[in-house]
Each structure stands twice: as structure tokens, then as C-alpha cells.
T-cell receptor, first 113, second 115 residues
Framework: ETGVTQSPTHLIKTRGQQVTLRCSSQ?????VSWYQQALGQGPQFIFQ???????GRGNFPPRFSGLQFPNYSSELNVNALELDDSALYLC????????????FGSGTRLTVV | KNEVEQSPQNLTAQEGEFITINCSYS?????LHWLQQHPGGGIVSLFM???GKKKHGRLIATINIQEKHSSLHITASHPRDSAVYIC?????????????????FGQGTILTVHP
């Protein structure tokens, strides 16, 4: 299987709730990174996972957390949702250790009401 | 000032025109990416550059490492080229004794090509 798949594509949550977004990496890719893209803005780096360990994090609070599984799929969890968390969440995978580019998913559009 | 700046923010062209989108960055990088994002949100990687120039079909990307500047050119533009074009730089960071790479994105250039 090729490509990066994200689910769900759209999601509506209430302020204070928790959400889990999922990402299946491209076959052979062992690194996944997550990005938040607010409307009209470029994506912002949330964090990156390599071999199930977080190895880089952007300027996001601890209520943004993640997991990477042995099959290199990944989850982004956000607790205590705030209205400003409404955004497109993108994941991208790549193979670390080689000069390979990133493969992006189509994103999950999260709306917090 | 953002670490990655793109210009223009909005660009309107007539079909057939030659288009240039510029990207300037202020950090040390290991690679620069040009990405295309359509209204649905999905991002497609167009180019990854660390030096020189790359060409794919009607798209050409160049980078000048000394000047910290890159350009994306579209020749003979077509309405199907209408999209958001994003420049992203990959930099290396050290955290807890481990280095990792992360992407920093420009704000994007909204391109509309009219027939």
C-alpha cells in the first residue's frame, strides 16, 4: 500500500472534549510528523515520531500528545479541546536516514464548537 | 519576522502566463520543499531541493543557498495549476542530545489561473 492515509476526514467536537486522529504512514517510512494548519496559514510543526519515540516537538502544549505503533501508523491526541484547536491536521511520513522527501496525507479537518 | 517568507501571497494570472513564486528563509537548512495544496487540503510534494535547479514538466524550482532564496516557476500556466503553493524548509535541531529534522512552512501563495 502506498501513500499516507488519515482518518477521519472531518470531525466536529465540543470544547473540553478529547479527540484522536489517525495516520497510516507510507509503506517503508519509519518517521511520521504532525502539523496543524489554521485557516489561511501555513502548517505548524506539532511533533515527530521515529521508531515509536517522540524525537522532536514544536511549540504546542502537553495536551497535544501522540503515539507511533510498530507498524509505523500514528495517532495524534488532543485533550481539553479549545476553540482555537479548530484546524486542518496533517501528517507526513518519510524514511529517516535517506534524502527522501515527505509524503503527506489529505488531513483531518477538526472543528471545535 | 517569520523564518520562511513567501511572495506574493496572492497571484492571479491568465492561462499561458509564466509564473514565479518566491521564498526566502532565515535559518540554516538541509533541504527546501515546494508543495502544492488543493482546496480539499491534501498536500502534494512537488520538489525537494538542496542546491541548484530541478525541472518537472512545466514546473521549475531553483535555490540559491548563499542568498537563502528559492523560486518556483510555472511555464505556460493552466487553470488546473490553481492551488496554494507552499515553501517549506527542513532544518536540523538538537533536543536532549538527539538531532532531528523538522519542516518550517511559509504561509503559502494562492495562485488562481483564469482561462
Amino acid at each position: 500500500e502506498t501513500g499516507v492515509t488519515q482518518s477521519p476526514t472531518h470531525l466536529i467536537k465540543t470544547r473540553g472534549q478529547q479527540v484522536t486522529l489517525r495516520c497510516s504512514s507510507q509503506s517503508g517510512h519509519n518517521t511520521v510528523s504532525w502539523y496543524q494548519q489554521a485557516l489561511g496559514q501555513g502548517p505548524q510543526f506539532i511533533f515527530q515520531y521515529y521508531r515509536e519515540e517522540e524525537n522532536g516537538r514544536g511549540n504546542f502544549p502537553p495536551r497535544f500528545s501522540g503515539l507511533q505503533f510498530p507498524n509505523y501508523s500514528s495517532e495524534l491526541n488532543v485533550n481539553a479541546l479549545e476553540l482555537d484547536d479548530s484546524a486542518l491536521y496533517l501528517c507526513a511520513s518519510r524514511s529517516l536516514g535517506a534524502n527522501y522527501g515527505y509524503t503527506f496525507g489529505s488531513g483531518t479537518r477538526l472543528t471545535v464548537v | 519576522k517569520n523564518e520562511v517568507e513567501q511572495s506574493p501571497q496572492n497571484l492571479t494570472a491568465q492561462e499561458g502566463e509564466f509564473i514565479t513564486i518566491n521564498c526566502s528563509y532565515s535559518v540554516g537548512i538541509s533541504a527546501l520543499h515546494w508543495l502544492q495544496q488543493h482546496p480539499g487540503g491534501g498536500i502534494v510534494s512537488l520538489f525537494m531541493l538542496s542546491s541548484g535547479k530541478k525541472k518537472h514538466g512545466r514546473l521549475i524550482a531553483t535555490i540559491n543557498i548563499q542568498e537563502k532564496h528559492s523560486s518556483l516557476h510555472i511555464t505556460a500556466s493552466h487553470p488546473r495549476d490553481s492551488a496554494v503553493y507552499i515553501c517549506a524548509v527542513r532544518s536540523l535541531f538538537n533536543a536532549g542530545g538527539t538531532s532531528y529534522g523538522k519542516l518550517t512552512f511559509g504561509q503559502g501563495t494562492i495562485l488562481t489561473v483564469h482561462p
